[in-house]
């Protein structure tokens, strides 16, 4: 099946400090290409990974389930490890819950993490019907496409495949108990008007990880798809300082070989 268009993974390699994009359920890695260029504009390496069963047609999510998500996003995580210095990882939604699986299991390989609406819990009291619903009707309406700013579209299913929404569920409750293993820096951002992912969700990020290095944003103006949205702005000047705080020496090195260029050429 073919990619939708803007659906690509994407791959950079910049200087020695990697960042992770991890999108979201039923997404692509089209609501994470423009903060992830800011990055590859400020020299970073980056590698924004397409999921298993995304980005083509909601049916091919059918066939897939959250360890195969995790899976993809981890290996691109090591691909990234093994080139570079640092590896921070950049989640939205869905993608955060995978990113803080992989930061408990990672550990101290993660440099620090930066979170958008991440979803860990279910906020639909229906979803307990899911074991038996999914085995009656295949899809619902779909999640995507939550953005206040007019003109900004989101490529994403319009239909939530509910076989895989039953797997996201197992993976909220295996995240849950993982949260406690959090322990690295964390930048979150979440939206007060956010129409897929209630606060509740980074509520419960906030009160269970371990991490004592913790920066919660607010993205007054849009909806869950902030990263498209009217602070798209905050987020990527929000991580870029969260990462540059946290690589104090690579910058060093960088501007003193800038300086040391100057001085050549002058």
């Not at 390496?45 to 999921?51: D, I, K």
Request: hydrophobic share 45%.
């Amino acid at each position: 099946m073919p990619l939708l268009p803007g659906a690509e993974p994407f791959r950079h390699q910049g200087g020695r400090v990697g960042v992770l994009f991890v999108h979201g359920f039923t997404g692509s890695p089209q609501s994470l290409r423009p903060w992830a260029d800011e990055f590859v504009a400020a020299g970073y390496s980056v590698s924004v990974p397409l999921l298993p069963g995304h980005g083509t047609r909601w049916q091919d999510m059918q066939l897939t389930r959250w360890e195969d998500w995790y899976a993809e996003a981890e290996r691109a995580f090591k691909e990234l490890a093994a080139e570079c210095d640092q590896v921070f990882v950049c989640a939205l939604s869905m993608g955060g819950a995978l990113a803080l699986r992989l930061t408990a299991r990672q550990g101290a390989a993660v440099a620090g993490l930066v979170l958008v609406n991440p979803s860990v819990r279910s906020d639909n009291p229906a979803s307990v019907l899911l074991p038996v619903l999914r085995h009656l009707v295949p899809s619902l309406p779909g999640v995507a496409n939550d953005i206040a700013k007019p003109g900004s579209h989101e490529l994403g299913y319009d239909r939530t495949p509910l076989h895989a929404a039953w797997s996201l569920a197992r993976l909220w409750k295996t995240v849950q108990a993982e949260l406690p293993d959090v322990r690295r820096p964390v930048l979150l951002l979440h939206s007060p008007q956010d129409h897929v992912v209630s606060p509740a969700n980074s509520e419960l990020v906030l009160a269970r990880i371990s991490s004592t290095d913790v920066t919660e944003l607010l993205c007054e103006r849009s909806y869950h798809v902030a990263t498209l949205d009217h602070d798209a702005g905050l987020i990527v000047e929000a991580s870029l300082d969260f990462v540059r705080r946290l690589t104090p020496a690579v910058h060093a090195e960088a501007s003193a070989a800038d300086a040391s260029a100057e001085d050549h050429l002058g």
